[in-house]
């Protein structure tokens, strides 16, 4: 009896922490680790130069340095996709980096946008899927 018990709660655990990772995510993109969920949103539409598409998006924020966030995004790959365009711009109140991916056979796009805040220690990340319909 107690070996079932035991499995039984080795098997509620297992479940659990692998609940706990589903959500690290959005599509194929990995959220920046230690990163926190600010929000989360979606809508139907065209942006960023990409077709009508159902948009999901998701807000981060981490308290790290602007670079390495950064470079963990110029570095993310996601199989299938291409860099469709990627820019940095100095601003008087920080920084931003964005990078936009898409894959065409698959109707998925992808834009990622990195924004420093001069003055804050935390960056934010705002990462935005879409599917086109």
Known sequence: MRTLI?????????????ACGRGEALGELRYFPGSTLVGRSSRVGEAFGFPRSEWSHVELRVVAKYERVREFYE?????????????????????VYSRYLADSPRKRFYAITVEERQGSRE???????GVAR
């Open 75 to 95: 570095r993310a790959k996601i199989p299938g996709t291409t860099s469709a365009f990627e820019s940095e711009v100095p601003k008087s109140s920080g920084r």
């Open 6 to 18: 035991a499995v039984a709660i080795s098997l509620v655990l297992a479940l659990a922490v692998a």
């Open 123 to 129: 960056v934010t990340i705002s990462l935005r899927r």
